[in-house]
């Protein structure tokens, strides 16, 4: 070993899993982050061990390579380089994050060995996900951070903890290239700048909303199914495909379809949410005052709220709608047409509207329109609006769906 690496000893430990000799080899500046590179370690033998299976060799190598030697960050079977910096603030996860990615890969790559030539986003997006859901079980709350002066002087904003669902899985780099090329494209034919959001951040995303679509007991089965069936050997795609149908025991090809066949978007809004008195004459502000002509009805309300697909994407969607009494109702979508009318009529005005309220689908490329308020307004803009709006409904041929 180089005299210009520090070298130090610990073991991995954890009930049900094989115990590990971890090796690191350290930059003599970085001495005192030897506990963070070997927790980070344990972290990912741990957590990738016991969902998806077990580190099968008794040793790990762990190379925190000098400063700016462009060799940070880099995966071989049983040695990995991690990468830190003289100051590394305790509660920012680095080196924390790119050990548990670097140490991940051990599992998606180093065991698990696909073609990265031509399907980076196995290895790359398995283990953007598993490494977000490792440090969201082992590392929270982390904080997002810059660093200023040529990247030497960290600042850390306290108030943006990293979101597993968004920062862990690098919603905002998907978002900026969504579009660029379709997930089945051989990796190195990718469009220049599609490799970071499509193999890394979008597979992370896609993978996240199985999750929460089918449950993480199921997910945890299939990526457990799939590293068992294909440790040591070279899967393709659609045996990773056919394992989420079998072990899921639903077809999920349409899910495939769109986001790993296509480069089309998902993108779910709420449009109008309106709720006036029932059974008056004339029009109604949002509020349900009169607003031109007419009388206020009963103590009904009739609310209405309709939802749009944006996006060329199809993935069903829930709409919640909550009422000033604090009810809620709740309704289910298949999400397959441009647009869907709900309504319903109640003792209490609607306050608010949710599509995706548990937000399931993370490959929504907007949330910002996900929700609308009703909020005290009156005078001649709402009326115009109001007035607008249920012309239209004249109009129109309107299905109507019924709150159930
Ligand atoms: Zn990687």
Redesign the pocket.
């Known amino acids: 070993t180089s005299p210009d690496y520090l070298v130090r000893e610990a073991r991995f430990e954890h009930a049900g899993l094989p115990p590990v000799a971890l090796r690191l080899l350290l930059q003599t500046e970085h001495a005192g982050q030897a506990d963070r590179y070997f927790a980070a370690t344990r972290a990912a033998l741990r957590y990738y061990g016991s969902w998806f299976g077990a580190y099968p060799y008794d040793h790990v190598t762990v190379i925190d390579p000098a400063w700016q030697s462009g060799a940070g960050?880099m995966?071989y079977p049983t040695l990995f380089t991690g990468g830190t910096r003289w100051l590394a603030p305790a509660d920012v996860a680095d080196p924390e994050g790119v050990t548990v990615?670097?140490a991940?890969?051990q599992f998606w790559?180093g065991i698990v060995g696909n073609n990265e030539f031509e399907d980076a986003w196995i290895?790359?997006g398995f283990?953007?996900f598993s490494t977000g859901r490792t440090m969201a079980e082992a590392f929270t709350p982390n904080f997002e951070s810059e660093r200023f002066f040529g990247g030497f002087i960290p600042w850390v904003n306290r108030d943006m903890p990293v979101s597993r669902a968004t920062g862990e899985n690098g919603w905002g780099s998907y978002r900026a290239g969504a579009e660029l090329d379709a997930q089945c494209t051989p990796s190195w034919r990718y469009s220049p700048r599609a490799g970071g959001p499509l193999s890394?951040s979008k597979t992370a995303l896609w993978l996240h909303t199985l999750e929460r679509h089918l449950g993480w007991p199921t997910l945890q089965r299939v990526l457990s199914t799939f590293f068992e069936r294909w440790k040591f050997r070279h899967p393709k795609p659609a045996d990773f495909f056919a394992v989420v149908n079998e072990v899921s025991g639903r077809d999920m090809t349409w899910f495939f379809d769109q986001v790993y066949r296509s480069s089309n978007v998902f993108d779910y809004a709420i449009d109008t949410l309106e709720s006036v008195p029932a059974g008056g004459e004339g029009w109604f502000d949002r509020d349900g005052r009169v607003a031109y002509g007419g009388t206020r009805g009963g103590d009904r309300f009739r609310t209405r709220v309709m939802v749009r697909r944006l996006g060329e994407a199809v993935f069903p969607v829930d709409v919640l709608v909550t009422f000033e009494n604090g009810t809620t109702v709740r309704e289910r979508w298949d999400g397959r047409d441009r647009w869907k009318l709900f309504e319903t009529t109640g003792t209490s005005r609607a306050v608010s509207a949710q599509v995706d309220p548990d937000r399931v689908l993370l490959l929504d490329v907007n949330f910002t329109n996900n929700s609308r308020t009703l909020r005290p307004a009156t005078g001649a803009a709402t009326r115009k609006w109001t007035v607008k709006w249920l012309g239209w409904l004249q109009d129109a041929l309107v299905t109507f769906a019924f709150f159930i």
């Open positions: 960050g995966e990615h670097e991940g890969h790559y290895d790359e283990n953007t890394y």
